[in-house]
């Protein structure tokens, strides 16, 4: 069955320090997201990308960069982590007109 | 901008019992998405149903059904016979405003934390 999956499930951080979320799909979806789940903000979205070589700021995307080189993955890297990063984090992919599918999330604590 | 609202942080019902989770959204546009997401403790989310802005029938999916006024920008969420497993986050969604070619815009609501007791 096709999915989308997560890497890692949960990360303990320290602050500074470069970390990388890895999503990869394999419903060939053109689209792909990456959100930010925090306690009475509900979905935010960090960034997005519609093809191979296209990548998109979303509403909370400083700190964060993603780069798209194949259709299967979207990795998300912190550049230089800081605790207001603590947060699970949720890959999703779609397609045009279909609604979107998570993947199961990472726990990212920066301590 | 396009907001989604979810004026009930949480809710309880009793087992086999029937409860209807709020949402409310305001846009300008008239061609969108309405969607139903649970997340139980697993934290994966689930989609429950959609509504597509232009069929004025509400969305069924078992116990799961909605009740969409589009004039009032509600889109609410009814589960009947609740069970145990119901139990969970639920998120109301709205996909809107085509932001570039081929994507699309989710807008998600904070949430209710669904209780069933038994």
């Known amino acids: 069955d096709a999915e989308i999956t997560q890497s890692p499930r949960h990360k303990i951080t320290e602050t500074g320090r470069q970390v990388t979320l890895a999503c990869h799909q394999t419903w060939n979806h053109n689209n792909m997201f990456w959100y930010r789940q925090d306690l009475g903000h509900g979905l935010r979205l960090i960034h997005y990308?519609?093809?191979?070589?296209?990548?998109n700021k979303g509403e909370v995307s400083d700190g964060y960069s993603v780069s798209r080189s194949n259709t299967e993955d979207l990795p998300l890297t912190l550049e230089s982590a800081a605790s207001s990063q603590t947060s699970v984090y949720f890959c999703?992919?779609?397609?045009?007109?279909?609604?979107?599918?998570f993947g199961e999330g990472s726990r990212l604590t920066v301590l | 901008a396009q907001t989604v609202t979810q004026s009930q942080p949480e809710m309880s019902v009793q087992e086999a019992e029937t409860v209807t989770l709020s949402c409310t959204y305001d846009t300008s546009e008239s061609d969108y998405y309405l969607f139903w997401y649970k997340q139980p403790p697993s934290r994966q989310m689930i989609l429950v149903i959609r509504q597509e802005a232009y069929k004025q029938q509400n969305a069924t999916e078992n116990r799961f059904s909605v009740n969409f006024q589009k004039a009032a920008k509600s889109f609410s969420l009814k589960i009947s016979d609740s069970q145990l497993g119901d139990a969970a986050m639920y998120f109301c969604?709205?996909?809107?405003?085509?932001?570039?070619?081929?994507?699309?815009?989710?807008?998600f609501g904070t949430g209710t934390r669904l209780k069933v007791l038994a």
């Open positions: 969604a709205y996909r809107g405003e085509f932001i570039t070619s081929g994507t699309y815009k989710y807008i």
């Open positions: 999703a992919s779609s397609t045009t007109a279909g609604e979107l599918f």
């Open positions: 990308s519609y093809g191979v070589q296209d990548t």
